[in-house]
C-alpha cells in the first residue's frame, strides 16, 4: 500500500461547481500534512496546511480525520484558474521527509 | 526574497554522459530535499539533507545518482552514464526543517537523448 493515496482524476468539472478531493495515508502516526497545488509544468507550491481542527482560506477548505486517516481539500465557486493538480502532502512519521502523493487533476471547464 | 533557483532550467544530454545540476536554497534554509518527477507522475523523493547530518539517500534509484551539499548552502545532484529513463523533471525543495513547508524551485528539465 502506498503511504498516500490519491484518486488520480481528472475531475472535469464547471465553474462555480462545488469539488472535494480526498487523500488516505497510511502512516498513523503522521504530523504534519499539507495540500499543495502544481500548474502544468509548473513547480509546486503550498495550497495550505492542514490543522486537526479543520481549516478555511478563502473558497478552500481542508479537514484532517485522524482516526480515519484521511484528509480532505474542499474547493467551493471552483474558478477556471483553480484547474491544476492537487497534491497531498504527508509528513509520513519517517522523520525525515515529507511524502508527497501523485496528485488529483482538475479541470474546471467554462 | 530570492526564492530557492535551480540550474540550469534545461539540459539536454547524450546517453553514457554525466550530468550535474544546481541547486541554491533559501538561505537559511536548513532542509534541502531532491526529488524526480517523470512527465505525467508524481514526485519521486531522492535525497534530503538535514543540516550537517548524514543525508537520508533512501531516495536514489541507483549508484550512478549522487548528490552533496555544502554546509547549508548549494547542492548538485549528480548523475553518471545517463540513461534515456533518467530524462525527467529534477526538482529541488528548501525547508525551514523537517516536517515544514517545502518551497520549490523552477525545476531542470533533463532529457537524455
Known amino acids: 500500500r502506498k503511504e498516500v493515496e490519491q484518486d488520480p482524476g481528472p475531475f472535469n468539472v464547471p465553474e462555480g461547481a462545488t469539488v472535494a478531493f480526498n487523500c488516505t495515508y497510511s502512516?498513523?502516526?503522521?504530523?504534519?500534512f499539507f495540500w499543495y497545488r502544481q500548474d502544468c509544468r509548473k513547480e509546486p507550491k503550498l495550497l495550505m496546511s492542514?490543522?486537526?481542527s479543520g481549516n478555511e482560506d478563502g473558497r478552500f477548505t481542508a479537514q484532517l480525520n485522524r482516526a480515519s486517516q484521511y484528509i480532505s481539500l474542499l474547493i467551493r465557486d471552483s474558478k477556471l484558474s483553480d484547474s491544476a493538480t492537487y497534491l497531498c502532502v504527508v509528513n509520513a512519521g519517517s522523520a525525515r521527509q515529507l511524502t508527497f502523493g501523485s496528485g488529483t487533476q482538475l479541470t474546471v471547464l467554462p | 526574497g530570492a526564492g530557492v533557483s535551480q540550474s540550469p532550467s534545461n539540459k539536454v544530454t547524450e546517453k553514457g554522459k554525466d550530468v550535474e545540476l544546481r541547486c541554491d536554497p533559501i538561505?537559511?534554509?536548513?532542509?534541502l530535499y531532491w526529488y524526480r518527477q517523470r512527465l505525467g507522475q508524481g514526485l519521486e523523493f531522492l535525497i534530503y539533507f538535514q543540516g550537517n547530518s548524514a543525508p537520508d539517500k533512501s531516495g536514489l534509484p541507483s549508484d550512478r545518482f549522487s548528490a552533496e551539499r555544502t554546509g547549508e548552502s548549494v547542492s548538485t545532484l549528480t548523475i553518471q552514464r545517463t540513461q534515456q529513463e533518467d530524462s525527467a523533471v529534477y526538482l529541488c525543495a528548501s525547508s525551514p526543517g523537517q516536517g515544514f513547508q517545502q518551497y520549490f524551485g523552477p525545476g531542470t528539465r533533463l532529457t537524455v537523448t
Open positions: 492542514v490543522y486537526s
Open positions: 538561505s537559511g534554509h536548513t532542509a
Open positions: 502512516n498513523s502516526a503522521s504530523q504534519s
